[in-house]
């Protein structure tokens, strides 16, 4: 090998040896990694800004005219950003004075089985699983490894007179990192006492997934749904196939139950065209149907009319999984409409 060539070898090795060196002192995003698929609407951002290398950082979501700003005052910043459905486009730039000092794009892809549209991931698209790697540079600040207090027993028979003081939410690993998940109005009770790992198996493969299918994780501790049930002559689609978070969040959500949508935006998502309230009433006299929601529910004091005030959403002895008990649809009218004076007022 002439002696020139090799002298280059060795200097493009150097070159490429102090640039190693060097990208340890710069600006790096450590997750999440291009492409990634995600459920939940909130995307976790972690990066390293070593001291001194930006004054901050601009992370704009689908070219979004307001970008998240944040301060660069620390070597390690961990922040998160909300996601819609479908394909999210995230840049993130750092800047130092006046000028870009970094930036970089990403895709990721939120996933949703209650968006036709949405269920099937698109390639290029792949879920990636954070706890199946080390991170052994997250590990200088978070906890990594689960501890007692990430599992708590709960009953939701118990709950309401339960000491939650000895429950805190501070004592949880998950914590740190995960305390988005339950910044929601309505707190399903395990999530809201971080008992994560009352269905996050830390020996699961992938590690913390959920091993058992929903309806048997839910039922473990929800012991007289399972029993009521197990009692009734039909039960719903969703319901029978154990997909109990079709509907419901195991953490928390900004609606009652910890449902996914609204009461009635959650049926109409898979029964469109009984939006209309047609099917319930629909002749040359009603041709605008009956209503099925924005009216107070007579029967169910304090809420609105929704699809439950006639439909229970799990099972039922009755006909459609009609909420009352009766066999026929006049019987039905007959529990919210008095026969006599035509108001509407139960019998
Ligand atoms: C130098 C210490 C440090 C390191 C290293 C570090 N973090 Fe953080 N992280 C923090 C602190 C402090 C918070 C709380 C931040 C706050 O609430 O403002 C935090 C919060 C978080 C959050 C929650 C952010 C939010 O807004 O919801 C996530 C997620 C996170 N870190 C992930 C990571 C990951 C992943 C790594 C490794 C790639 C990592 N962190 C490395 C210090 C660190
Ligand atoms: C260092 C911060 C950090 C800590 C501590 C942490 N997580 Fe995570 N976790 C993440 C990030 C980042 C993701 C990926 C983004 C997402 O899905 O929210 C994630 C994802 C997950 C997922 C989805 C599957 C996967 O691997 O991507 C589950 C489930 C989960 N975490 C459960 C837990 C539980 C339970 C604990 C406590 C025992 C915990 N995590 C502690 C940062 C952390
Ligand atoms: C009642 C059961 C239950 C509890 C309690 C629970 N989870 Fe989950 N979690 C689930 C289920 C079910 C999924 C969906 C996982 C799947 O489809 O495999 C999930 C998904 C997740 C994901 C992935 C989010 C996504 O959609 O990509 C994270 C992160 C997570 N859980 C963190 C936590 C943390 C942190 C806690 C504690 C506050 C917690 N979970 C408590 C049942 C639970
Ligand atoms: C570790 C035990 C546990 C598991 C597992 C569990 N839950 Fe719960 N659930 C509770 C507790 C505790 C409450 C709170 C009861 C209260 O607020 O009084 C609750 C409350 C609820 C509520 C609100 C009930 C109401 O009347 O307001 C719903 C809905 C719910 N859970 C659904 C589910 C679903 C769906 C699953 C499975 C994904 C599940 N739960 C798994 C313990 C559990
Ligand atoms: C099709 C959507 C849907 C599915 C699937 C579903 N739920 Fe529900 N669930 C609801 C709605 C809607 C309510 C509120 C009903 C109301 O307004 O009275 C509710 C209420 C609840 C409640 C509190 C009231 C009660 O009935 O005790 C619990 C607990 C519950 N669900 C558990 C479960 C469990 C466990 C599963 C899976 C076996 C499940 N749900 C599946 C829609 C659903
Ligand atoms: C994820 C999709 C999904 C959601 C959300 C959903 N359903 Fe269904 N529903 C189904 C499926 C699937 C069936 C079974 C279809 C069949 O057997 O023809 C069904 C059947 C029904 C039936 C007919 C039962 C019978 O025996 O005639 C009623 C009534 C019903 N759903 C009401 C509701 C109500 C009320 C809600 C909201 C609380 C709701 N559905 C939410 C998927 C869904
Ligand atoms: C005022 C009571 C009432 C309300 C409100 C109501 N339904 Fe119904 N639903 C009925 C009756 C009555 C039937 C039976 C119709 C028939 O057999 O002609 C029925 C039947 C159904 C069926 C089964 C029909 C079939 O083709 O098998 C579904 C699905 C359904 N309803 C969904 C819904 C949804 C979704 C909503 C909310 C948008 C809703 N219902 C609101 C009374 C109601
Ligand atoms: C869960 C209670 C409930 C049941 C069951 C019920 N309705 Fe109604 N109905 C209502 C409410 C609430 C209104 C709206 C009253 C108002 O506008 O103040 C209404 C309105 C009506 C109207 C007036 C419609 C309009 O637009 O002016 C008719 C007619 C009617 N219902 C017929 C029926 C028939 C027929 C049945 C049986 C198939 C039935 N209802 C079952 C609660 C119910």
Not at 13 to 41: F, K, M, R, W
Not at 89 to 114: C, H, M, P, W
Request: aromatic content about 8%; overall charge neutral.
């Amino acid at each position: 090998m002439p002696v020139r060539i090799f002298f280059h070898i060795v200097i493009v090795l150097l070159i490429s040896c102090l640039n190693a060196e060097a990208g340890q002192e710069s600006i790096t995003l450590h997750y999440p990694p291009d492409g990634s698929v995600l459920e939940y609407n909130m995307l976790e951002i972690s990066m390293s800004v070593p001291a001194g290398s930006a004054d901050s950082i601009k992370v704009y979501v689908n070219d979004e005219e307001e970008p998240l700003n944040v301060i660069a005052d620390q070597e390690y910043e961990c922040f998160s950003v909300q996601l819609k459905l479908g394909v999210n486009r995230i840049n993130i730039i750092a800047v130092k004075g006046d000028y870009q000092v970094y930036k970089t794009e990403l895709k990721v892809f939120r996933r949703s089985d209650l968006a036709s549209e949405y269920i099937k991931t698109p390639d290029g698209f792949k879920k990636d699983f954070f706890h199946m790697k080390e991170w052994k540079q997250c590990a200088r600040c978070h906890i990594l490894s689960p501890i007692e207090y990430d599992r708590k027993p709960i009953s939701p028979y118990t709950f309401k007179n339960m000491d939650k003081q000895a429950l805190l939410a501070v004592t949880s690993t998950c914590y740190m990192c995960h305390n988005k998940i339950t910044a929601n109005k309505y707190v399903h009770g395990p999530a809201a006492v971080w008992s994560c790992l009352s269905c996050h198996d830390p020996e699961a493969e992938p590690k913390y997934s959920v091993k058992k299918p929903d309806a048997e994780i839910c039922y473990e501790c929800h012991t007289e749904q399972k029993k009521d049930r197990s009692l009734k002559k039909y039960s719903h689609g969703p319901v029978t196939i154990g997909k109990c978070t079709i509907c419901h969040s195991p953490h928390a959500s900004e609606n009652p139950f910890n449902l996914v949508k609204p009461t009635w935006n959650l049926c109409v998502n898979c029964h469109a065209e009984k939006a209309s309230g047609m099917h319930v009433l629909g002749d040359s006299m009603f041709k605008e149907g009956h209503p099925t929601r924005n009216r107070p529910d007579p029967v169910r004091t304090g809420k609105e009319l929704t699809c439950a005030s006639c439909h229970n959403p799990h099972a039922s002895n009755y006909p459609h999984l009609w909420a009352f008990e009766v066999e026929t649809i006049f019987d039905l009218c007959q529990k919210c409409h008095n026969k006599q004076t035509d108001d509407v007022k139960p019998n």
